[in-house]
C-alpha cells in the first residue's frame, strides 16, 4: 500500500515567507508526528497528533511554528515568517500502534 | 527526560563482512520500546527492527540482529553480510510504552551512526 508522503520535497523561502508543508499519512492510522532534522543530527519531535487532536506540541520551537490536521487525515505543518535556522528537513510519521512509518521529508532552505 | 546516545559518528565495513553499531540510552522507565531505523541519502526514515523491553529475546530481520541488555540500559545492532545498499546513517531511537502520557509516544532518537560499506 501507499506510504507516508509529504509535499513539497524542496522548499526555498527567503527570510520572513511564511511556509506551509503538508504529510498525506498511511490510510487508517490515528497518530501523526511531526520532527525536525538538522543537518547531520537526529530527528527532534516537534508535534503530536491523535486523530484531529493536537496532544502534544511541546517541541515546538516558537509561535511562529503552528501545526494542524482538521479532519483527522492529512496534516499542514505551517512556519510565519521563518528565519533562517528554520533551515532544517521536515519528517512527517504516522503510525497505528508501536511503529512509526516515516515519509520522504521536506528540505527547507531559508535564505 | 529519557536520552539516546550513540557513540560512534561513522563505521565502515567490508562488503559481506559483520557490523556492530552501540546506543546505549536513559530512562527510569521500565516498559518501553526500542528501534533501529535507517536513513539512506534519499533521506527516506525506514524501519530496521524493533524491540519491546519486556521481552528477553534479541529481536530479528534476516541479516539484522540486536543484543538487547535491559540492565546496561544497552540496545546494539548487528548487520551480517553487509551488503552496498547497507549504506546508510542508522538512528537508534526510544519510544516509552506507557500511554497514559499524552507525550509518551514521540521517539527519541540518537545522533546516528554513518556507516560505509567498502566494496
Known amino acids: 500500500g501507499a506510504g507516508v508522503s509529504q509535499s513539497p520535497r524542496y522548499k526555498v523561502a527567503k527570510r520572513g515567507q511564511d511556509v506551509a508543508l503538508r504529510c498525506d499519512p498511511i490510510s487508517g492510522h490515528v497518530s501523526l508526528f511531526w520532527y525536525q532534522q538538522a543537518l547531520g543530527q537526529g530527528p527532534e519531535f516537534l508535534t503530536y497528533f491523535q486523530n484531529e487532536a493536537q496532544l502534544d506540541k511541546s517541541g515546538l520551537p516558537s509561535d511562529r511554528f503552528f501545526a494542524e490536521r482538521p479532519e483527522g487525515s492529512v496534516s499542514t505543518l505551517k512556519i510565519q515568517r521563518t528565519q533562517q535556522e528554520d533551515s532544517a528537513v521536515y519528517l512527517c510519521?504516522?503510525?497505528?500502534?508501536?511503529?512509526?512509518?516515516f515519509g520522504p521529508g521536506t528540505r527547507l532552505l531559508v535564505l | 527526560a529519557q536520552t539516546v546516545t550513540q557513540s560512534q559518528p561513522e563505521m565502515s565495513v567490508q562488503e559481506a563482512e559483520t557490523v556492530t553499531l552501540s546506543c546505549t540510552y536513559d530512562t527510569s522507565e521500565s516498559d518501553y520500546y526500542l528501534f533501529w531505523y535507517k536513513q539512506p541519502p534519499s533521506r527516506q526514515m525506514i524501519l530496521v527492527i524493533r524491540q519491546e523491553a519486556y521481552k528477553q529475546q534479541n529481536a530479528t530481520e534476516n541479516r539484522f540482529s540486536v543484543n538487547f541488555q535491559k540492565a546496561a540500559k544497552s540496545f546494539s545492532l548487528k548487520i551480517s553480510d553487509s551488503q552496498l545498499g547497507d549504506a546508510a546513517m542508522y538512528f537508534c531511537a526510544y519510544r516509552s510504552a506507557f500511554s497514559v502520557d499524552q507525550g509518551a509516544q514521540k521517539l527519541v532518537f540518537g545522533q546516528g551512526t554513518r556507516l560505509t560499506i567498502n566494496p
Open positions: 510519521a504516522s503510525s497505528f500502534w508501536k511503529t512509526q512509518y
